[in-house]
């Protein structure tokens, strides 16, 4: 009390003058507080883990898959873990649109989340309805389109494998919001390259990049599959090698900002998929292990920031330094 | 419920392939109701990845007990645990054993490891001045921790070498028929074979039977919708083991629907 500067008690202080870097990114009408959102499916309503994370601190939260009906889902085996990764087969269940729009989305609201709808259907017209349905209710910032779903009306062929499929749903949903609207593309395609350029053809404001790889998994001892479905959805680190190349393939084809997804534990992860081309990540399969991964991948790339006197995110988006490269990569022989 | 880096203060090995471990966790020690579990993470390590589900099995003051069989990666890291090591535990989770009601007589049955929730459900029982008899059942003496762990413990073992010769539900028969329970429930854990041969059992003698869960999980705390089981309602629709179970009153679950752990 009424010591001055310079006083012993002092002396133990330090200050950081290092400037405050940027961890905001603006797409459309949304500025994300910092890149890092949780991917569709890891995060349920974006409610489940309050006692572990406060979702303001988060730049969004993509909520489940939600559907105009709700889902069951799929019986069990759901989930079979595999060497750093997971295979999943859910089945996209989900309270319906109904029970999310009552009473998940205000509670999200109230916990001041960025909202980012994830649509799933298995029909054109019930992309559009689900969406319009939500375009009534306010607090959601935008929407990412699960295009990974079966076609009812095309004998169950799923959307996401067939591009012509992927540009009428983006080109449907496009007439129908102002908002950030997102396309989550899958990587069990020849050309994702091709899928991103048809959602940017038609406005899309960002592309998802990469849903589940297909995997399987087998019991030696029983002779059985692991899951219900004998294949399913793959996810975790395994997967981050085949996210950066994909995320790679799609940044040479558009501009639109992409979303990188696939195996991110950690900030370094999300670091070198911002290297690669994405402008934001999704954390998934980490949620499971950590429900606060996202937030803290967050705090290490504000860190990172910090550490490298870089003053916005931004820097870092497609930062890849390939000058070192031989143009063997352009013939084509790997 | 909590996450926690808690620290081993042992590790013991009490039957054949039976393993358990304590650590300190004033939280999860005040907070644990019976039958409720803990999601944790056998190292830091991408391989396993995920969390493994064990029960909590006995707590004593701020020391909480788990207890396990070595099946597969993460559960044989976990055996390799000494006092001194840390582990990243989150819990208390999953609903309760629903024990609450007028009852004389609560008959706790377990086969195998799953001993798991017994003690703790026991422990808390016996506090209510509740009648408590476990019957533990396994296929050999060598498998089965008769230490005490279990009140009024009455031992079944598939070759005689300890106790009852024959199953669990072969026990309960025999304890039935030679002891007047009174108004009784049942309360059991283990592979779900016993379970189902012990559902039978109490359908047809009119006894309530709450069972215990074992399922795979991955986040355990009802976000990735991985560990449903069918609901009896004939509709096809699932519910949650690690949310709404892992205790079940046996007719309100499809038990066949549930594949085997291991």
């Excluded at chain 1, 959102?37 to 572990?52: I, K, N």
């Excluded at chain 1, 599959?225 to 680190?237: F, L, N, R, V």
């Excluded at chain 2, 069918?230 to 949310?243: D, H, I, P, W």
Aim: proline share 5%.
């Amino acid at each position: 009390m009424g010591h001055g500067p310079g006083h012993a008690a002092f002396s133990s202080l330090t200050f950081d003058f290092s400037p405050v870097a940027s961890t905001e990114i603006t797409i459309r009408n949304i500025t994300f507080r910092n890149p890092v959102l949780t991917a569709s499916g890891t995060f349920g309503y974006g409610l489940e883990a309050d006692a572990f994370v406060d979702v303001a601190e988060l730049g969004g939260v993509v909520t489940k898959s939600i559907s105009r009906r709700p889902r069951d889902g799929n019986p069990p085996q759901r989930i079979a873990e595999t060497t750093a990764g997971m295979l999943n087969s859910i089945g996209l269940a989900n309270v319906g649109m109904d029970a999310f729009l009552g009473t998940k989305l205000p509670l999200l609201v109230q916990r001041r989340a960025t909202v980012v709808v994830n649509i799933a259907a298995s029909s054109i017209e019930e992309y559009c309805h689900v969406l319009e349905r939500c375009e009534e209710h306010e607090g959601i910032a935008g929407y990412e389109i699960n295009v990974s779903c079966p076609n009812v009306k095309d004998g169950g062929l799923n959307f996401g494998t067939h591009c012509p499929s992927v540009a009428e749903i983006t080109r449907e949903l496009r007439k129908r919001t102002g908002k950030f609207l997102a396309i989550k593309l899958t990587p069990n395609v020849t050309s994702i390259g091709e899928f991103a350029k048809a959602c940017e053809g038609e406005g899309a404001d960002a592309v998802s990049c990469i849903n589940t790889v297909v995997g399987m998994a087998v019991d030696a001892r029983t002779r059985r599959p692991k899951i219900a479905t004998i294949t399913g959805g793959y996810s975790g680190p395994a997967i981050k090698p085949i996210a950066l190349a994909k995320v790679y393939e799609v940044r040479k084809a558009v501009s639109i900002p992409i979303i990188g997804i696939g195996g991110i534990m950690n900030a370094e992860d999300a670091i070198e998929f911002m290297i690669v081309g994405a402008s934001l990540i999704q954390v998934g399969t980490a949620l499971f292990i950590d429900p606060a991964a996202g937030v803290k991948i967050a705090r290490g790339i504000e860190a990172y920031l910090r550490e490298h006197g870089m003053a916005s995110v931004t820097e870092l988006i497609g930062s890849l330094d390939t000058s070192m490269q031989p143009s063997l990569v352009a013939a084509g022989w790997t | 419920m909590f996450q926690e880096t808690v620290t081993i203060l042992g590790a013991n090995r009490v039957a054949e392939n039976v393993h358990t471990l304590q650590f300190g966790s004033a939280r999860i020690a005040r907070t644990t109701r019976p039958g409720q579990f803990l999601n944790i993470r056998p190292a830091d390590t991408l391989d396993p990845l995920l969390r493994r589900a064990y029960s909590v099995h006995r707590i004593r003051g701020e020391s909480v007990e788990i207890i396990f069989n070595v099946v597969g990666k993460g559960s044989a890291i976990l055996a390799a645990k000494r006092a001194g090591d840390t582990l990243d535990v989150m819990g208390p989770l999953g609903v309760p054993f629903h024990y609450e009601g007028e009852y004389e007589t609560a008959i706790l049955v377990s086969g195998g490891v799953g001993i798991a929730p017994m003690p703790v459900l026991g422990d808390v029982l016996a506090a209510e001045g509740r009648r408590v008899v476990n019957i533990h059942g396994a296929r050999t003496a060598g498998m089965i921790a008769a230490d005490g762990r279990l009140i009024n413990p009455r031992y079944a073992t598939d070759d005689g070498s300890l106790g009852f010769r024959g199953n669990v539900v072969s026990a309960l028969a025999a304890f039935l028929d030679e002891s007047s329970p009174g108004a009784a429930r049942v309360f059991a854990c283990g592979p779900n074979r016993m379970l189902s041969a012990l559902g039978a059992f109490c359908t047809e003698r009119g006894l309530p039977l709450e069972v215990s869960l074992e399922c795979q999980m991955a986040c355990g705390i009802g976000i990735c919708q991985g560990c449903p089981v069918e609901m009896a309602t004939g509709e096809r629709k699932f519910t949650l083991v690690c949310t709404h179970g892992p205790n079940y009153n046996i007719s309100d679950i499809v038990l066949d629907s549930l594949p085997s752990v291991h």
